[in-house]
């Protein structure tokens, strides 16, 4: 079977995919057990969610489809089923979503160590891992080039969690310090 070529008029513009991927992230999020079940393995960007009670002093943008939830996180992949699973729902070595959390979570009492930079211990992996499949949700939209949009998503969007490609006056200072506070919770062992 052949497909015919696409004609220059038929591929979409940056704008025409902001705005799908705009339309699919604000539709109803999914909690994790049903989500890794359905993520793709291509790439595109992908939006975590909760209740306002989680969190509580960082409000984000309202979820079209579910107006009870806010959006905490953007972010891009290269592979969302990937993404999700290795990294988000796993290590906190390659997770600035789950660094930033356990940062603000330092209430919970979640602890860390050095391996070549700062981990979450095992048990405290797991532990997060737990309260995120309770408390977060997730959208995701597929996109050939999520790299090209996530930027003017983010600036749109101004995901709490966010601080990269936020605008200076949307960065939130909790959030800063909870990244700073879990970066300076281990280093590299003293000589």
Do not use: C
């Not at 969610?49 to 509580?56: F, I």
């Not at 700062?118 to 080039?145: G, I, K, S």
Request: hydrophobic residues 35%.
């Amino acid at each position: 079977m052949t497909f015919p070529e696409r004609r220059s008029a038929d591929v979409p513009t940056d704008e025409e995919r902001v705005d799908e991927a705009l339309r699919l992230l604000s539709g109803p999020p999914v909690a994790l057990d049903v989500a890794v079940k359905r993520l793709a393995r291509g790439s595109g960007v992908y939006a975590w969610w909760a209740l306002p009670s989680v969190l509580p002093d960082l409000p984000g943008p309202p979820n079209d489809s579910d107006p009870s939830r806010r959006m905490l996180y953007l972010g891009r992949a290269t592979s969302l089923r990937g993404r999700i699973l290795r990294n988000h729902l796993r290590r906190s070595g390659s997770s600035t979503l789950r660094r930033t959390l356990a940062g603000l979570l330092v209430s919970e009492g979640y602890r860390t160590t050095w391996t070549d930079r700062v981990v979450l211990v095992p048990e405290d992996e797991t532990r997060l891992t737990a309260w995120m499949h309770e408390h977060l949700r997730l959208t995701w939209a597929e996109d050939p080039e999520p790299a090209d949009i996530e930027a003017e998503l983010v600036r749109r969007l101004h995901p709490p969690l966010n601080v990269h490609g936020v605008d200076p006056e949307h960065i939130q200072a909790a959030v800063v310090a909870a990244k700073n506070s879990y970066d300076a919770s281990s280093g590299p062992a003293q000589p």
